[in-house]
């Protein structure tokens, strides 16, 4: 295995501050912030990674975001079905405080070992894990299995669905999982396995072990 699988949460978004649950395509476009946020994250990935590939989710944040690494690491953003952020379903747009702990409640159930469970007219988990994962593993297949290639996956995602799709792949114990928020444009790398599996080796700022490394906070997973 010549490199890893770094799943990135986009920049700010004009959702983000309005705290509106955000899921359906295309939408919220960046904000000033998120497009600052985008362009430090291209300057630190050209500074410290080898990537062999940049991909993104269809969302509109996703592909601004991913715009400027493209233009910081001289390589072509590769658009992807399936790897959108967990539908919110009859709850998409709102922002009242009933809402958001509706979806929290949702969110915590998936980590929890309900995968399952769903908002009215909105994703389960393992929605969310049929259609990303296996694009995850077509990435894996065409680049980090590859002995002719070398260097890291990028891939500009969203907040809920990296934060399931980690947890699952890696074995990250749900709570931990549950309780880490990912701020925008941090991320969540994934180092493959002999065996297939995969190995988390860091959650945004926090390295393994993960089992009692919980930091609650204040927390919209989704975006």
């Given at each position: 295995?010549t490199g890893n699988?770094?799943?990135?949460?986009?920049?700010?978004?004009?959702?983000?501050?309005?705290?509106r649950?955000?899921?359906?395509?295309p939408?919220a476009?960046?904000?000033?912030?998120?497009?600052?946020?985008?362009?430090m994250?291209?300057?630190?990935?050209?500074?410290?990674?080898r990537?062999?590939?940049?991909?993104?989710?269809?969302?509109?944040?996703?592909?601004?975001?991913?715009?400027?690494?493209?233009?910081?690491?001289g390589?072509t953003?590769?658009?992807?079905?399936?790897?959108?952020?967990?539908?919110?379903?009859?709850?998409?747009?709102?922002?009242?405080?009933?809402?958001h702990?509706?979806?929290?409640?949702t969110?915590?159930?998936?980590h929890?070992?309900?995968?399952?469970?769903?908002?009215?007219?909105?994703?389960?988990?393992?929605?969310?894990l049929?259609?990303?994962?296996?694009?995850?593993?077509?990435?894996?297949?065409?680049?980090?299995?590859?002995?002719?290639?070398?260097?890291?996956?990028?891939?500009?995602?969203?907040?809920?669905?990296?934060?399931?799709?980690?947890?699952?792949l890696?074995?990250?114990p749900?709570a931990?999982?549950?309780?880490n928020?990912?701020p925008?444009?941090?991320?969540?790398?994934?180092?493959?396995?002999?065996?297939g599996?995969?190995e988390?080796v860091?959650?945004g700022?926090?390295?393994?072990?993960f089992?009692?490394?919980?930091?609650?906070?204040?927390?919209?997973?989704?975006?």
């Amino acid at each position: 295995m010549t490199g890893n699988l770094i799943l990135v949460r986009h920049g700010q978004t004009e959702a983000n501050i309005e705290r509106r649950l955000d899921t359906r395509l295309p939408g919220a476009r960046l904000t000033p912030e998120g497009i600052s946020q985008a362009e430090m994250l291209g300057t630190d990935l050209a500074a410290s990674v080898r990537t062999a590939a940049l991909v993104s989710s269809q969302a509109l944040r996703a592909r601004q975001t991913a715009r400027y690494v493209e233009i910081a690491l001289g390589i072509t953003i590769d658009v992807r079905e399936g790897l959108h952020e967990a539908q919110a379903g009859e709850l998409e747009n709102r922002s009242d405080e009933e809402s958001h702990k509706l979806w929290m409640k949702t969110f915590h159930l998936w980590h929890n070992g309900d995968r399952n469970a769903r908002v009215p007219g909105g994703e389960s988990a393992n929605d969310v894990l049929e259609r990303y994962v296996p694009v995850v593993e077509s990435l894996r297949q065409q680049y980090l299995s590859d002995p002719a290639e070398s260097g890291d996956v990028v891939l500009v995602s969203h907040g809920a669905a990296i934060r399931i799709v980690a947890a699952h792949l890696a074995q990250v114990p749900g709570a931990f999982a549950a309780g880490n928020h990912l701020p925008n444009t941090q991320s969540v790398e994934l180092a493959p396995l002999a065996d297939g599996g995969w190995e988390c080796v860091r959650w945004g700022t926090v390295v393994p072990p993960f089992d009692k490394r919980v930091f609650p906070e204040a927390d919209i997973p989704m975006g």
